[in-house]
C-alpha cells in the first residue's frame, strides 16, 4: 500500500515538473519586464491604482461578459506607443517630425521652465495656463513669462503659441486670482427678462474678461459652456458640475448668450471655444473618471442640443472643444473626442468643413482607462482631422502622446491629407508677430474674408 502511494506521489511529481518550469520562467520574464520598464510602472501606478477602483465600483452593475467584440484569430492593434521613449529622446528625435507633430499639441505644465525646452524644440503648439502657474503671483510676473516663450517663437520666426485658459467664470475661474472673479454667464442672464437687457450684460461682461486676458497673454479661452442644463441641480456628475456652469436650458438662448460673448471676446483677438460637442448635458457620469454616453437619437440632438453649436461653430475665432463621450446611435464604441465618424459625418458637414476642432484633456479618465489609451487616442483624433490636442498634465502625458506619434508616423500611419487640411484651419488663427489687434473686424474675421469671393453686383 505504502509502495503504491510512493508511486503515484512520484508520477505526480513528474507530471508537475514542466509546469512548474514554466511558471517561474514565466515569473522571470514578469520581473523583468518589470525591471526594464520600472519607471515607466512607477509612473502609471496612481492612474492604475485608480483604474482598479474603477472596475471595483462598475463590477457590481456591470455585466460579466465584455462589450468588446474579439474576433478570431486576428490579434488586436497593438497599443500605442508600443515603446515609450523618454523626454530627452524625443528632444533629440528628428527636428522637422518633431515640429509636424507638435504643431498639434497643447500642454499645461507646473513651471515655465519645464515647457521652455519644448518650445524651444518647436515641439508644441501652444500652452494652457492655470491656477497653478498664478496662484500666488502677480499678473504682470506670469505675463511676462509668457511673453518670454513667445519671444523664442518670434526669433524662430513661427507663428505665436497659443495660449489657452480655462476662464469660463463661476466655477471655472482657473485664473481667479490674479484676475477678476465673474459669475458663470448662466447666472449672470437668469434675472433678465429680454434680449437687449441679456446682450448689453454679456457683452459688457466679455470686455471685461477679454482685457483681462489679453493683459495677460491669454490668445485662446476655453469658454463658454453650451451644453444644456438638463435634470436636476442634485444630479451626481463629479467634477464635472454642469448644472451650474451651464448658461440655460433653451438653445437657442444659449446659441443668442454664447454668440455675444464670443463676438466681444474676436475683437481682441482672442478665440472661444464652444465645448464640450456633442453636449454633456444628458451625462450622468464624469469623463475626468470614465466615458461618459448619450443615448438620444441623432434626430433629437440636432434638434435641441447641437442647435448652439450649429450656429455658431466654425464662425471665424471660434473653436470647438470635443468631449470623451458616446453618441450611441452614431458610434457605440469610440468617444466623439477621437471618433473619425464624429468628426467627420457629425461636426464637419459641408458648411461646417472649416470647424476648427481640440480635444477636452486627454489626461482624463475616460481617455486614459480606455481600450485605446492616451496614446492611442491621440492617434485616432489626429487621423480623424482634429486639429489641437489638449494635455493639460505634460510630465505626465507628454511623452506618451509624442512616443505614440512618432511612431505612427515612422510607419507612415498618419493621414497626411487631414494633416494639410488641418495645417490650414489652423494657419487662420494664429499670427506671426505681436501687432494691435485691430478692433472690427477681427483679425480672424479678416483672413476668413480674403478667402471668400467679392459680392455680386
Same mark, same amino acid.
Given at each position: 500500500?505504502?509502495?503504491?502511494?510512493?508511486?503515484?506521489?512520484?508520477?505526480?511529481g513528474?507530471?508537475?515538473?514542466?509546469?512548474?518550469?514554466?511558471?517561474?520562467?514565466?515569473?522571470?520574464?514578469?520581473?523583468?519586464?518589470?525591471?526594464?520598464?520600472?519607471?515607466?510602472?512607477?509612473?502609471?501606478?496612481?492612474?492604475?491604482?485608480?483604474?482598479?477602483?474603477?472596475?471595483?465600483?462598475?463590477?457590481?452593475?456591470?455585466?460579466k461578459?465584455?462589450?468588446?467584440?474579439?474576433?478570431?484569430?486576428?490579434?488586436?492593434p497593438?497599443?500605442?506607443?508600443?515603446?515609450?521613449?523618454?523626454? @530627452?529622446? +524625443?528632444? *533629440?528625435?528628428?527636428?522637422? =517630425? !518633431?515640429?509636424r507633430?507638435?504643431?498639434?499639441?497643447? %500642454?499645461?505644465?507646473e $513651471?515655465?521652465?519645464?515647457?521652455?525646452?519644448?518650445?524651444?524644440?518647436?515641439?508644441?503648439?501652444?500652452?494652457?495656463?492655470?491656477?497653478?502657474?498664478?496662484?500666488?503671483?502677480?499678473?504682470?510676473?506670469?505675463?511676462?513669462?509668457?511673453?518670454?516663450?513667445?519671444?523664442?517663437?518670434?526669433?524662430?520666426?513661427?507663428?505665436?503659441?497659443?495660449?489657452?485658459?480655462?476662464?469660463?467664470?463661476?466655477?471655472?475661474?482657473?485664473?481667479?486670482?490674479?484676475?477678476?472673479?465673474?459669475?458663470?454667464?448662466?447666472?449672470?442672464?437668469?434675472?433678465?427678462?429680454?434680449?437687449?437687457?441679456?446682450?448689453?450684460?454679456?457683452?459688457?461682461? @466679455?470686455? +471685461?474678461? *477679454?482685457?483681462?486676458?489679453? =493683459? !495677460?497673454?491669454?490668445?485662446?479661452?476655453?469658454?463658454? %459652456?453650451?451644453?444644456? $442644463?438638463?435634470?436636476?441641480?442634485?444630479?451626481?456628475?463629479?467634477?464635472?458640475?454642469?448644472?451650474?456652469?451651464?448658461?440655460?436650458?433653451?438653445?437657442?438662448?444659449?446659441?443668442?448668450?454664447?454668440?455675444?460673448?464670443?463676438?466681444?471676446?474676436?475683437?481682441?483677438?482672442?478665440?472661444?471655444?464652444?465645448?464640450?460637442?456633442?453636449?454633456?448635458g444628458?451625462?450622468?457620469?464624469?469623463?475626468?473618471?470614465?466615458?461618459?454616453?448619450?443615448?438620444?437619437?441623432?434626430?433629437q440632438?440636432?434638434?435641441?442640443?447641437?442647435?448652439?453649436?450649429?450656429?455658431?461653430?466654425?464662425?471665424?475665432?471660434?473653436?470647438?472643444?470635443?468631449?470623451h463621450v458616446?453618441?450611441?446611435?452614431?458610434?457605440?464604441?469610440?468617444?466623439?473626442?477621437?471618433?473619425?465618424?464624429?468628426?467627420?459625418?457629425?461636426?464637419?458637414?459641408?458648411?461646417?468643413?472649416?470647424?476648427?476642432?481640440?480635444?477636452?484633456?486627454?489626461?482624463?479618465?475616460?481617455?486614459?482607462?480606455?481600450?485605446?489609451?492616451?496614446g492611442?487616442?491621440?492617434?485616432?483624433?489626429?487621423?480623424?482631422?482634429?486639429?489641437?490636442?489638449?494635455?493639460?498634465?505634460?510630465?505626465?502625458?507628454?511623452?506618451?502622446?509624442?512616443?505614440?506619434?512618432?511612431?505612427?508616423?515612422?510607419?507612415?500611419?498618419?493621414?497626411?491629407?487631414?494633416?494639410?487640411?488641418?495645417?490650414?484651419?489652423?494657419?487662420?488663427?494664429?499670427?506671426?508677430?505681436?501687432?494691435?489687434?485691430?478692433?472690427?473686424?477681427?483679425?480672424?474675421?479678416?483672413?476668413?474674408?480674403?478667402?471668400?469671393?467679392?459680392?455680386?453686383?
Amino acid at each position: 500500500m505504502i509502495r503504491s502511494l510512493v508511486a503515484i506521489m512520484v508520477a505526480l511529481g513528474c507530471l508537475t515538473a514542466p509546469f512548474a518550469g514554466l511558471s517561474d520562467h514565466a515569473d522571470a520574464r514578469t520581473y523583468r519586464h518589470y525591471a526594464k520598464h520600472k519607471k515607466h510602472w512607477a509612473h502609471h501606478k496612481p492612474r492604475r491604482k485608480a483604474a482598479r477602483s474603477h472596475r471595483k465600483a462598475t463590477a457590481k452593475t456591470s455585466p460579466k461578459a465584455s462589450n468588446q467584440t474579439v474576433t478570431l484569430g486576428v490579434p488586436p492593434p497593438p497599443k500605442r506607443p508600443i515603446k515609450l521613449l523618454s523626454r @530627452a529622446d +524625443i528632444l *533629440a528625435s528628428n527636428p522637422d =517630425r !518633431l515640429a509636424r507633430l507638435g504643431w498639434r499639441i497643447i %500642454v499645461g505644465f507646473e $513651471r515655465f521652465d519645464e515647457v521652455k525646452p519644448l518650445v524651444e524644440k518647436r515641439a508644441i503648439a501652444g500652452i494652457f495656463i492655470t491656477d497653478h502657474n498664478v496662484h500666488g503671483r502677480k499678473l504682470g510676473d506670469v505675463a511676462k513669462d509668457i511673453q518670454s516663450l513667445q519671444d523664442i517663437r518670434k526669433a524662430q520666426g513661427l507663428p505665436r503659441l497659443f495660449v489657452t485658459a480655462d476662464q469660463e467664470g463661476g466655477y471655472v475661474s482657473r485664473l481667479s486670482p490674479p484676475l477678476k472673479r465673474q459669475p458663470s454667464l448662466g447666472t449672470l442672464v437668469a434675472k433678465l427678462k429680454t434680449d437687449a437687457d441679456r446682450e448689453k450684460a454679456v457683452r459688457n461682461y @466679455a470686455e +471685461i474678461q *477679454a482685457h483681462e486676458l489679453e =493683459r !495677460l497673454g491669454v490668445t485662446m479661452n476655453f469658454g463658454p %459652456v453650451v451644453d444644456l $442644463r438638463l435634470g436636476s441641480s442634485r444630479r451626481n456628475d463629479g467634477e464635472t458640475q454642469l448644472y451650474w456652469r451651464a448658461i440655460d436650458s433653451d438653445p437657442y438662448l444659449v446659441a443668442k448668450v454664447a454668440g455675444w460673448y464670443c463676438d466681444t471676446l474676436t475683437k481682441s483677438n482672442i478665440i472661444c471655444t464652444l465645448k464640450h460637442f456633442p453636449g454633456l448635458g444628458r451625462v450622468a457620469r464624469d469623463t475626468h473618471v470614465t466615458t461618459g454616453e448619450i443615448s438620444a437619437s441623432q434626430g433629437q440632438l440636432e434638434l435641441s442640443d447641437w442647435v448652439p453649436f450649429r450656429r455658431l461653430m466654425g464662425k471665424p475665432g471660434i473653436a470647438t472643444m470635443v468631449g470623451h463621450v458616446r453618441v450611441s446611435a452614431i458610434d457605440k464604441t469610440t468617444p466623439a473626442s477621437y471618433s473619425d465618424t464624429i468628426i467627420n459625418s457629425v461636426i464637419r458637414t459641408p458648411e461646417h468643413r472649416n470647424v476648427l476642432l481640440i480635444t477636452d484633456d486627454l489626461g482624463m479618465g475616460a481617455v486614459t482607462h480606455s481600450k485605446d489609451g492616451i496614446g492611442g487616442a491621440a492617434l485616432k483624433a489626429v487621423n480623424a482631422g482634429v486639429d489641437l490636442l489638449l494635455i493639460t498634465d505634460a510630465a505626465r502625458d507628454y511623452d506618451t502622446v509624442m512616443s505614440a506619434l512618432i511612431e505612427a508616423d515612422e510607419a507612415g500611419e498618419i493621414n497626411q491629407a487631414r494633416q494639410i487640411e488641418s495645417r490650414e484651419r489652423l494657419a487662420k488663427y494664429v499670427f506671426i508677430d505681436d501687432s494691435e489687434p485691430i478692433s472690427s473686424p477681427p483679425l480672424q474675421a479678416q483672413k476668413e474674408l480674403r478667402h471668400k469671393p467679392p459680392p455680386a453686383n
